[in-house]
């Protein structure tokens, strides 16, 4: 099994900053890349920020400039510090992780961290 753990959500003011960080554990042969997607109610699901174990990056426009994604390869984790957040950014973050397990490649997900960004 592989589980895929979020933290550092809450609730903060437009212009503020939040950390999210992002954990997988299980029997992993290898990472090939982690990442954020984020829902927000009534929308769909999209994808914030990838980055790859090679530390190349992906970025959505609305984000590009205010958050930065990072990994720890030999942690199996991924950080996106959210800076300059609006209130549109406001939804559930999820992480996910696109690992190699023996001669499987999967996609596994985490169960989502809030981010609410109101005065």
């Known amino acids: 099994q592989v589980h895929v753990v979020e933290s550092g959500g809450g609730l903060v003011q437009p212009g503020g900053s939040l950390r999210l960080s992002c954990a997988a554990a299980?029997?992993?042969?290898?990472?090939?890349?982690m990442g954020w997607y984020r829902q927000a109610p009534g929308k769909q699901r999209e994808e914030v920020a990838t980055i790859t174990w090679a530390s190349s990056t992906n970025y959505a426009d609305s984000v590009k400039g205010r958050f930065t994604i990072s990994r720890d390869n030999a942690k199996n984790t991924v950080y996106l510090q959210m800076n300059s957040l609006k209130p549109e950014d406001t939804a559930v973050y999820y992480c996910y992780v696109d690992c190699t397990r023996g001669i499987w490649r999967n996609n596994y997900w985490g169960q989502g961290t809030q981010v609410t960004v109101s005065s």
């Open positions: 299980g029997s992993i042969s290898r990472i090939n890349a």
